[in-house]
């Protein structure tokens, strides 16, 4: 990769494009990025360039399925069980699992080059932020926040591109390059996946000795201590640290609250919503229209709404009780008329009401964490530790898991599960709480699970395919073409088989 000379800035002016494909996609910064030498003289500018990562975020980008985080969840869902279509469509292909294990595929050029793009600003960050002139916990928040940023992406891109991690194994497999500065020379190879494990877990590291200090973020569209701790506890989970997970996962919600039932079938579309710990605000003059992630999976009048609004797997609904809050943001016959509806849509069995569109617009804030999920962390972790023979940890495990079923659903009692069946319930349970939200495919991934979509709504002309064994190849999604023919340091015996 050559040098970046240049950041992101979020201004309207500014239009952030990433750009089609084409040979130096990966290697250069945007062409309508501005020259770096004004942007770190004070706080003020630092922070202007922070607020181009958040931007980056929820931005368009080429086409309209790449628009943002919520696009790269889109993609992460489709690949999972539980999002069925209601008509035949080639958008986000990965739903049949074929398109993502073609190397020249527009939407793995997509995500390979949305996190390094990330990556690479975050580096510029890093960087040239002490030299800034401000005060000392604005530099301290602003370089605490990118180097969260600079973790999250190196693990997401792990996680797709690379194989999953061996809990039980020493993890040499190729990874994907680590950049960690924005002065770096030349392609870089790909990083065993360890060392990109070791690495996202280092800056995290550095990004908590900087939070302690740090001036209050703004805004929950910042990051802060509790999001990077949130997100180490997804890499310990990854990684199969059951214990650090679970603590970190305590800490990272500290005293922040669940939502009520009433707030649950609001549409999910606002960060005021108490329970978010991170997301993208979006305001009325941002609208990325038919880019967004409220123009495939909402309510907005796009065609993808209009013509196949986003169902639920039957099989899991049926798992969701009668006296679940969670139950009414599904319509199970298609025909209910108070049901949330595209104008001029068509009613579609299952179809899904989770995520809606405040007004009129594309416009709705993107969920990227939220406490509910960290108490799913906790009891899976606990769980887990419990298979592994501290049967102590069962009690813990069900009690993180009552304590946000139970806001859910009143009638929900403490389980009585144990083991292998207390984990079965877990895994159930996050599958309802997390739908759409990102997690299908990197949950099944890593949890070396199969895909199975077998027994209820899904069809093989709909989902192209309704069962994927665990484990093999096509659980790796393939590096772009591009980056292939201009990292030397790749090369074709870098692909993934």
């Known amino acids: 990769m050559r040098n970046l000379h240049k950041i992101f800035l979020p201004l309207a002016a500014v239009a952030l494009l990433m750009g089609s494909c084409k040979k130096s996609y990966l290697d250069t910064a945007p062409t309508d990025q501005v020259d770096g030498s004004e942007v770190f003289k004070n706080t003020t500018n630092a922070m202007a360039a922070l607020n181009g990562i958040h931007r980056s975020l929820y931005m368009q980008y080429s086409r309209q399925e790449e628009g943002g985080q919520g696009s790269v969840n889109l ?3 489709y690949m999972g069980n539980d999002i069925v279509n209601a008509v035949s469509t080639t958008t986000f292909g990965v739903h049949k699992w074929v398109t993502h294990r073609n190397a020249t595929t527009l939407n793995n050029a997509y995500i390979y080059s949305y996190f390094y793009k990330i990556i690479q600003n975050a580096n510029k960050i890093i960087d040239n932020i002490d030299g800034a002139e401000g005060p000392d916990n604005e530099k301290k928040l602003i370089k605490a926040e990118a180097f969260t940023y600079r973790a999250w992406a190196h ?3 792990v996680q797709v591109f690379a194989k999953r991690y061996d809990q039980a194994g020493n993890n040499t497999q190729a990874g994907v390059p680590i950049k960690i500065t924005s002065v770096q020379e030349g392609g870089q190879p ?6 990109v494990y ?4 280092k800056d995290l590291d550095a990004a908590f000795v900087l939070f ?3 001036k209050v973020r703004p805004n929950k569209s910042h990051l802060n201590l509790n999001v990077a701790k949130g997100i180490k506890a997804r890499v310990a989970l990854t990684q199969g640290k059951w214990a650090d997970a679970a ?7 500290g005293a922040q609250a669940l939502m009520t039932p009433e707030d649950y ?7 005021d919503n108490v329970e978010w710990m991170w ?13 967004s992630f409220f123009a495939y999976m909402g309510t907005y009048n796009s065609t993808a709404n209009r013509t196949n609004p986003k169902r639920i797997l039957s099989t899991l609904y049926n798992r969701i009780p009668a006296t679940d809050v969670r139950v009414k943001l599904w319509d199970p016959t298609g025909k209910n008329p108070d049901f949330p509806l595209t104008p001029g849509g068509i009613r579609s069995t299952f179809m899904q009401a989770k995520f809606t569109n405040a007004g009129t617009t594309s416009i709705g804030d993107v969920v990227h964490m939220r406490v509910a999920e960290m108490y799913l962390i906790e009891a899976e972790a606990r769980a887990h530790l419990a298979v592994e023979g501290n049967a102590a940890e069962n009690a813990k495990a069900a009690a993180a898991l009552f304590t946000l079923v139970n806001k859910r659903n009143p009638s929900y009692t403490l389980s009585a599960n144990t083991g292998a069946a207390l984990l079965n319930e877990i895994l159930i349970q996050r599958r309802i709480e997390l739908w759409g939200e990102g997690f299908g495919f990197l949950d099944l991934k890593r949890l070396n699970a199969p895909v199975d979509r077998t027994g209820g709504n899904a069809t093989v002309a709909l989902a192209g395919v309704l069962t994927v064994p665990a484990g093999g190849p096509e659980w790796q999604w393939m590096i772009p073409l591009d980056e292939i023919n201009s990292n030397p340091a790749i090369g074709q015996g870098g692909q993934n088989p």
Request: hydrophobic share 45%; no cysteine.
């Open 75 to 77: 993609n992460m869902d």
């Open 155 to 157: 693990f997401n891109l």
């Open 190 to 195: 790909r990083a065993a996946v360890e060392a």
């Open 198 to 201: 070791a690495q996202v877990n």
């Open 212 to 214: 302690a200090t740090a």
């Open 247 to 253: 603590q970190l996962a305590i800490e990272a919600r």
């Open 265 to 271: 079938v609001k549409g999910f579309n606002s960060v």
């Open 279 to 291: 997301g993208s605000k979006q305001v009325e003059d941002q609208t990325t229209y038919f880019y």
